[in-house]
């Protein structure tokens, strides 16, 4: 079965939250963990990996945080979940053999390399953007509906 870690899912929440946030201001870890219920520890590791692949920004001091380094549009679901998770596999063999005992006789391993493909290829031209929109209608957390209620205000 294809499916993401729950890191991978915590990272989507995360970039979801700060698209929905916008260019407002950087949210914290706390924020986040808080508003979704994720361990504070785990939600602070997901996001410096993040940062550490160029997808946030990272600001220091007590008005600091994260924020998106592109335009949600700019960032695709792939490169998320490839941030956390690494290169999409649907296969225990990657492109050489592994020592796998079936690799030359293996009847499969072409074509499903050629379904991973397709299932990459989706995955790059979904949105973080795409995703943000499905989100509408949904309640903005307090916190960023106060800072956002300020910013309109200056």
Aim: aromatic share 4%.
């Amino acid at each position: 079965m294809l499916r993401l870690s729950k890191k991978a899912d915590y990272a989507l929440i995360a970039m979801k939250h700060l698209a929905r946030c916008g260019a407002v201001e950087s949210t914290s870890a706390r924020e986040i963990a808080e508003c979704y219920h994720i361990p504070l520890e785990l939600m602070a590791k997901v996001l410096q990996r993040l940062v550490r692949t160029g997808l946030l920004h990272s600001t220091q001091g007590t008005r600091g945080g994260y924020s998106l380094t592109r335009a949600p549009e700019s960032i695709s679901v792939a490169d998320v979940i490839q941030a956390i998770d690494g290169p999409f596999t649907v296969t225990a063999c990657s492109t050489d053999n592994n020592g796998c005992e079936q690799y030359d006789k293996c009847s499969i391993r072409d074509p499903l390399w050629r379904i991973r493909e397709r299932i990459v290829s989706v995955l790059q031209t979904a949105t973080l953007e795409e995703i943000t929109r499905d989100a509408e209608g949904v309640p903005v957390p307090v916190a960023q509906a106060a800072r956002l209620h300020q910013h309109l205000r200056t």
